[in-house]
């Protein structure tokens, strides 16, 4: 059901690769409730995903953009303000990526020249992006800038590896940025901490689907899905939560509060 709750609101999303993406779910979920939108992604994901489809669907336009490459991000914010005809609302940093990860490398045998990779991928981005907004002077006051984390930022999930640093790192970032964005232009940086969602990213992790179950067997209203994360950013684009910044806000079903449940010990 749409409310109209980002009417008249322009927003960019990041990491929007097939329909499983939570980038996905939440840009369409976004113009529902009225806003416009940019999309933007690594230009090798513009090649396998399937980013136009949903540029299509959802009437934009894709600008191609490495979240690590601060060329490509000044030129994403300059002609996504010159697509949607002004300054920026809002922003969702959905992006993750570890080749440690990828070819199986455990934990206690990283290579750190793909590590740095995986940190500047999946965290210092974000820093980049706020950055870049900052000084280009490119989000209205009072935006809303949301990423993406998981759990494993606060409790050890052995086959998360190096994620688990990145997701740390992305955390601190919106906090430290979120008090600099806040004091100047009143602009708010938040974390949606997700349930396990069966992505690509996701699925990326080693037994990712006993993972899953576990989670949802333990999760007294079990895992929240993609659409339900959609639903709950839309809220914090949205000017209902204005003084809401610098929180990592768990959307797990209740998974991070819980030591045991009932549905674990059948
Ligand atoms: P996804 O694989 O659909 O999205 C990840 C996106 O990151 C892709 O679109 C990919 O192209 C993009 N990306 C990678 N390198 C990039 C770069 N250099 N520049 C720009 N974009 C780049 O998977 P999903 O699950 O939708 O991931 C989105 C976010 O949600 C990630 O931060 C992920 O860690 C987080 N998350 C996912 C959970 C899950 O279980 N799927 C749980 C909690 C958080």
Known sequence: ????LLAGKKGIIFGALDDKSLAWKIAERCVEEGAQVTLTN???ALRFGKIDELAEKLDTIVIPADAT???????????SMEHLGGKIDFILHSIGMSINVRKKR???????EWMNKTLDVSAI???KVLQTAYQKDALSDWGSV?????LAAQRTFPQYSEMAESKALLESIARSFGYHYGAKK???VNIISQSPTKTTAGSGVADFDRFYDYADDMAPLGNASSEACADYTVTLFSDLTRFVTMQTLFHDGGFSMMGMSANILK
């Open 1 to 4: 059901m749409a409310n109209n």
């Open 42 to 44: 690594a230009p090798v």
């Open 69 to 79: 490459n601060l060329e490509d991000l000044n030129e994403l914010f300059d002609k």
């Open 106 to 112: 455990e934990y206690t045998n990283l290579k750190y």
């Open 146 to 150: 949301v990423a993406l984390s998981f």
């Open 186 to 188: 009143n602009v708010r």
């Open 125 to 127: 981005s974000l820093h």
